[in-house]
């Protein structure tokens, strides 16, 4: 399978103004820092869920809790799959019993891994409520999943694939659209 | 991703691997504080637990490790199966297979029963310690509690103290710790220690006050108390006096050094029970880790189709 750029859907500074424009939305549906956190899923759903948090101090003046989960245990193809994905740590540090819980992840596909996410959120506490905010939703649900904050809505095919690039672990901020039909 | 589908020794295991080990477990540990302390991972999968000698801390950190990963378990003891009626080993895991089991956990006191039961199974095989030879996932979580404190086990010099010759946690260290990079010194009375384990590329020592300046983790082992009626050391009190891990000992380095102990502890014997209980002893976390090390080894063992035999 070749990988063919298509098109860059997002470079370094649209995703800076979703990041501003997502803070915003979180904290007006929330009212606040009310019983507010943030968890972003591993990998890149993590530097996302720090970027929104650092965006909501600057707005607020006040830290909200950020956690991060892997869902890797959770998935439903461990059985189908050749290669075991390595697990990397998961981290919440608070209680997450009657707080209002924002989900982020880079992209939305079939939400299968927001299904496994809830799983495990689950065995955490019990939430008052769960968000998902996510940065690019390019459709394809197979599960009835939909985000409550959406940085960019992608219509895609399925011979095409969204490469999300954050500077943190890929050196720059990007989100493209890749032609894998071939 | 792991070479082999079974887990059966660290001899010949590479860096790479060991590391993957390592860090899945680090990532695992974490499981064991939340409220809820199981993952849905390996529902569905049957583990065998077959245990042909006596053990408490091994057996129940991987039931527990079993558990914690959402397996189906079956406990095996020699003690009160077919074996008294003199079923062989192969023919006893022959029969548990066909009962349509996934992993078989093996502890037996032939050195090679693991690698035994690999060859004529399809199941995936983890060692739990054969006889003087292998143990596997005790090093292993040996090593991820060291790490824990000094975060890299390369430029590290670690002495592993006591009765070599019988020892299979001592064995599986050597072979885990120099993959690793780290430097590896052997103390105990010479008739403990193997002839020609330097070419295993340790240090041998047999006087312990020279070992203690140059370490930064103690490994202490238990004294097999069985062999002191073999004659290969004349009393208990003579290798308390030579070998004996002690406050006195350890205040005459010039750093703290890190107090490992496999257990189960002859305190008083190997250990006094100061250094047992010192701040600087982790031989608690060792038993914590243990259970997050095993659930990493079920983990990268038990998943995916079998691709290759």
Known sequence: MTENFKAQILNKSDMGRIITRLAHEILEKNRGLEKLVLIGLRTRGAYLAERISHKIQEIEGREVPTGFLDVTLYRDDFRTRLKQPSVEVTNIPFAIDEENIVLIDDVLYTGRTIRAALDALMDFGRPARIYLAILVDRGHRELPIKADFVGKNIPTSFGEEIKVKLQEIDGEDSVNLIDISN | ?309
């Open chain 2, 1 to 309: 991703m792991l070479k082999s589908r079974h887990l059966l020794g660290l001899d010949g295991m590479e860096k790479p691997e060991i590391e993957l080990l390592l860090n899945t477990a680090r990532s695992f540990r974490e499981i064991l504080d939340r409220p809820i302390k199981r993952v849905p991972t390996l529902q569905g999968k049957t583990v065998v637990n077959l245990f042909y000698e006596p053990s408490t801390r091994t057996r129940i950190s991987f039931e527990l490790a079993e558990k914690r990963m959402s397996a189906d378990i079956v406990n095996f003891s020699a003690g009160t199966s077919s074996v008294k009626k003199g079923e062989s080993l192969i023919d006893t895991v022959k029969n548990i297979e066909a009962m349509k089991i996934d992993m078989v956990v093996v502890r037996h006191s032939s050195p090679g029963a693991a690698h035994l039961l690999s060859q004529v199974l399809d199941a995936n095989i983890i060692n739990a310690g054969d006889g003087g030879h292998e143990h596997p996932t005790q090093a292993l979580l040996d090593m991820m509690t060291i790490r824990e404190r000094f975060g890299n086990l390369a430029k590290l010099t670690i002495g592993l103290i006591g009765d070599i010759s019988h020892s299979r946690v001592a064995l599986s260290n050597i072979f885990g710790l120099k993959a690793m990079g780290a430097r590896v010194l052997v103390c105990g009375p010479s008739t403990l220690i193997p002839r020609g384990i330097e070419r295993l590329g340790v240090e041998v020592f047999h006087n312990i006050d020279e070992v203690i300046p140059q370490v930064d983790v103690l490994n202490i082992l238990r004294l097999q108390l069985e062999r002191q009626k073999s004659g290969l050391f004349p009393s208990l009190r003579e290798y308390h006096n030579f070998f004996g891990i002690t406050r006195e000992r350890l205040e005459r380095a010039e750093k703290p050094i890190l107090i490992m102990h496999p257990g189960p502890m002859n305190r008083g014997l190997e250990i006094s029970s100061h250094v047992a209980d010192s701040e600087h002893s982790v031989i608690l976390e060792q038993v914590t880790n243990g259970i997050a090390l095993r659930m990493a080894v079920l983990y990268l063992l038990a998943g995916g189709k079998s691709e290759i035999h």
